[in-house]
T-cell receptor, first 110, second 114 residues
Framework: GQNIDQPTEMTATEGAIVQINCTYQ??????LFWYQQHAGEAPTFLSY??LDGLEEKGRFSSFLSRSKGYSYLLLKELQMKDSASYLC???????????WGAGTKLIIKP | EPEVTQTPSHQVTQMGQEVILRCVPI?????FYWYRQILGQKVEFLVS????????KSEIFDDQFSVERPDGSNFTLKIRSTKLEDSAMYFC????????????FGQGTRLTVV
């Protein structure tokens, strides 16, 4: 079956670092995506991992371990505007669909 | 910067009525998608469209739903006879290839069925 798990909510302090984990099970893995979604808005693309390892893009980094079915999104130097939901999504090669996690709501406190 | 645009931003309709949600994907993109997100729930895939035909669809996308690209720029989602449970945000997305390397989302249409 297909399943994506991520924490429902996390809280962090402005200027700090936070790691949001995602574990997945899918029949035909075709890449893992992280999207940011502010309340009432569309998801916006953050990162895409298809090979194991760390992808760094500015303050955001994403890590993938295919053997463990595990990814994390690392956010550094947190800013208040980073308060949003972070959605983990997995591409399924068997049907070319994106399977979405429920999202992690990140609350940034001053 | 190119973007996916959706109209209307909000739509209120009576149960049983037909609605058409419109999207203009990014001009050089070839793959188009509709997703929905019921308030407080996860994003759900509805359908993907390529070369003027449906390439994939989910269980949600039943006979009440249809998609069309009538004029080479617009991409529409039609719900034939709306139900209360169709109330959701509907997102259109487009990408250059099938593997979702970067799908761009529109701002969504909030559909409320009363």
């Amino acid at each position: 079956g297909q399943n994506i798990d991520q924490p429902t909510e996390m809280t962090a302090t402005e200027g700090a670092i936070v790691q949001i984990n995602c574990t997945y099970q899918t029949s035909g893995f075709n890449g893992l995506f992280w999207y940011q979604q502010h309340a009432g808005e569309a998801p916006t693309f953050l990162s895409y991992n298809v090979l194991d390892g760390l992808e760094e893009k500015g303050r955001f980094s994403s890590f993938l371990s295919r053997s463990k079915g595990y990814s994390y999104l690392l956010l550094k130097e947190l800013q208040m505007k980073d308060s949003a939901s972070y959605l983990c999504a997995v591409g399924d090669h068997s049907n070319y669909q994106l399977i979405w996690g429920a999202g992690t709501k990140l609350i940034i406190k001053p | 910067e190119p973007e996916v645009t959706q109209t209307p931003s909000h739509q209120v309709t009576q149960m049983g009525q037909e609605v058409i949600l419109r999207c203009v994907p990014i001009s050089n993109h070839l793959y188009f998608y509709w997703y929905r997100q019921i308030l407080g729930q996860k994003v759900e895939f509805l359908v993907s469209f390529y070369n003027n035909e449906i390439s994939e669809k989910s269980e949600i996308f039943d006979d009440q739903f249809s998609v069309e690209r009538p004029d080479g720029s617009n991409f529409t989602l039609k719900i034939r006879s709306t139900k209360l449970e169709d109330s959701a945000m509907y997102f259109c997305a487009s990408s250059t290839d099938r593997d979702y390397t970067e799908a761009f989302f529109g701002q969504g249409t909030r559909l409320t069925v009363v």
